[in-house]
């Protein structure tokens, strides 16, 4: 009779962890969900600043080694290269953030399944525990 009662104990904690780790898995999904639809919203600040315009980007990439270097430097863009290669870099950043988001979501999709299935199997078991107690 005891080992029925610690059966329901533990098939319900089991459970009620499960139902813990879903809220918070949910939460995470939602975010993924802006950050793919909205990549602008949920990307860095930093990278988000440093996009917004010509000046930004030159201030904030223009001392990079390669820029740097003493042997051979490029020279960094001005004008229509500048721009061009800011709003090149702005998309790669944007389908970066929209990638994750989707790696992310993929990832709390799968804990969800199994957070699903462990919590049914628990639950099922406390019932039963209850209804042989009973």
């Known amino acids: 009779m005891m080992k029925k009662t610690i059966l329901e104990i533990y ?15 949910s939460s995470v999904l939602i975010w993924d969900l802006v950050e793919i639809s909205q990549p ?6 930093y990278q ?7 000046q930004d980007y030159k201030d904030c990439f223009s001392d990079r080694p390669e820029y740097t270097r003493e042997k051979n430097p490029e020279v960094f863009p001005t004008d229509a290269k500048l721009t061009a290669k800011r709003t090149t870099s702005y998309q790669r950043e944007l389908k970066a953030e929209q990638r994750d988001g989707l790696q992310s979501m993929i990832q709390s999709i799968i804990v969800i399944v199994i957070s699903i299935i462990i919590f049914l199997i628990h639950w099922q078991l406390a019932k039963r525990s209850r209804e042989n107690n009973s």
């Open 11 to 25: 098939a319900l904690a089991v459970s009620f962890f499960t139902l813990a780790c879903l809220a918070i898995t």
């Open 40 to 45: 602008e919203l949920t990307m860095s600040s």
């Open 48 to 54: 988000y600043k440093c996009h917004h315009s010509d």
